[in-house]
């Protein structure tokens, strides 16, 4: 495909950008803003687990219970795959996550400055402005580990171009039905946003919407998935397969980042607002009925038939919520399935045959 001939890989983008004498701060999931780095030349790239990883490197430091997109994080910084990044970035969006950040800071202590992220939970007054002073006490750090006197007028130019690059991310959502990609084409370009830069992302954003837009309706079942990620994507492939097509999602690496814009003329506020103003999520607290009304609203405005959670084997955030939200959309008369996976594992035949049949149902 053209589309994905034009999307560098990860390695590609981190070589090119530290050429040009750029840093690479490498992030776990999953709420952060990326201004913040890129006012001082460092470019965020993400730590989605990576797949495929040898577990056992984290095993000293990790119960095997802990989900395995945190397992893989960890062992692919022991492993050496993390040697090339700058700073590393572990914001607190599960227990799992904010021990990994105790983990670093405590035990591995890596030559890379650590940064933890505290995310607010629940909905109180004090959210956004707890949240901004995150932000600016990070900012602060930065200006004295690389001695750049960056001015706030900076950081704002960077959280417009930011703001841009999300509203070509609306853009693909609002259009999906009309662009003809496969989900897993159309993932590997939302996925891509993980660590391109703004401008790039927003380079190829707009070369799919003028090239694969022709206004022709996809065919086949429509379902939504919910989850952290569509990890291993191979499930994207498969369920075009099985006649089925995804036209909305609740995935924490993409759906659920759909932030909105903020409002304030003082940077650190307006990070705190945007990321404060995303959709109803489990780690930050979201209570069940949100959460089942946010799937609800989307099933209605996309037709979707049905809400597959795909869920990452000991992800407890997630877990706590599905029997729950399972029976909020029951009540609504929506079906739903649970699947589990686990990110370094092949993605097995029984995962394949339960898909099958539930979108053979709908």
């Given amino acids: 495909m053209d589309i994905l001939e034009k999307i560098p890989s990860r390695r590609e983008v981190i070589e090119s950008f530290k050429s040009t004498g750029g840093k690479i701060a490498a992030v776990y999931p999953y709420h952060y803003h990326r201004a913040l780095f890129r006012a001082f030349d460092i470019l965020p790239v993400e730590v989605w687990g990576p797949p495929g990883i040898d577990t056992t490197y984290g095993s000293s430091y990790l119960q095997p219970y802990v989900c395995s997109v945190v397992h893989s994080g960890l062992s692919f910084y022991l492993s050496g795959g993390l040697d090339v990044v700058d700073f590393i970035v572990v914001p607190h969006a599960c227990d799992s996550l904010q021990g990994l950040g105790s983990v670093y800071i405590d035990f591995v202590k890596p030559k ?10 629940g909905r109180k007054d004090l959210d956004v402005e707890f949240l901004s002073k995150e932000f600016e006490s990070i900012f602060n750090r930065l200006k004295e580990l690389t001695g750049k006197s960056v001015t706030e007028d900076k950081l704002m130019e960077e959280i417009l171009k930011e703001e841009e690059a999300l509203k070509k991310v609306r ?8 662009i003809s990609l496969s989900d897993y084409h159309f993932y590997r370009v939302v996925r891509s946003r993980e660590y391109l830069p703004a401008e790039k992302f927003m380079e190829i954003a707009d070369h799919l919407l003028e090239n694969f837009s022709d206004g ?3 065919e086949g079942v429509p379902v939504i998935f919910s989850g952290l990620l569509p990890e291993p994507m191979e499930i994207l492939e498969k369920l075009e397969e099985i ?3 995804i036209v909305a999602d609740d995935f924490a690496c993409c759906g659920r980042r759909l932030y909105g814009e903020g409002k304030s003329n003082n940077p650190f506020v ?8 995303s959709p109803p999520d489990s780690s930050r607290g979201a209570t069940v009925d949100e959460r089942v009304e946010h799937l609800s609203s989307l099933v209605k405005k996309y037709g979707a ?5 795909y869920i990452v084997k000991f992800c407890e ?3 706590f919520y599905i029997p729950h939200m399972m029976r909020g959309l029951k009540e609504r008369g929506i079906p739903s399935v649970y699947i589990e996976v686990d990110i370094n594992d092949p993605l097995p035949d029984q995962t394949i045959t339960r898909l099958e049949a539930f979108v053979e149902v709908l």
């Fill in 305 to 309: 038939r049905g809400v597959v959670f």
């Fill in 171 to 178: 853009e693909l959502y609002s259009k999906r039905e009309q």
């Fill in 216 to 218: 022709t309706e996809r």
């Fill in 317 to 319: 955030m997630e877990l």
């Fill in 243 to 245: 006649d089925g097509r």
């Fill in 270 to 277: 307006r990070m705190a607002e945007s990321i404060l103003n």
């Fill in 112 to 121: 890379q400055p650590v940064f933890t992220i505290y995310i607010p939970r």
